[in-house]
């Protein structure tokens, strides 16, 4: 478990939001990478295994651990109602970020069992061509 409390943004952070359908009137799920912070958010069907139909995971990188270019980043669960396939979409969403992927706006990823649509990517404090 991380020790402390969330850590502030730093500048050149890298960010990634996704979705479940390039129509926003059509998306069920998003999710979102911002630097030390996670997060994923679907309204879907009732699950069998949860028998919820809002589902919600949250996660944070740990401050404490040790991290330097040869160590994986070490994220924790922070809140989540228990939903396996979301976690695992958030927790390769995150590595992905954190091996500094990149991929265009308007691209498609493959997470947990699905595709997802790629709304906005980059660094904080980056200056863009837009």
Known sequence: MCAGRDEPLPAGSPYIFVSSSAMAEEATAVMAVLGPHALALAREADDPETNQNFKVVRMRRCADAIQDA?????????????????????????????????????????????????????????????
Do not use: H, M
């Open 70 to 130: 040869a160590q994986e980043a070490v994220w924790e669960i922070v809140t989540s109602t228990g939903s396996p396939p979301q976690e695992r979409a958030l927790r390769e969403l995150v590595e992905l970020t954190d091996q500094g992927f990149q991929c265009p706006r308007g691209s498609n990823i493959y997470l947990g069992s699905r595709t997802w649509f790629v709304w906005d990517t980059g660094r904080k404090g980056a200056v863009r061509d837009c």
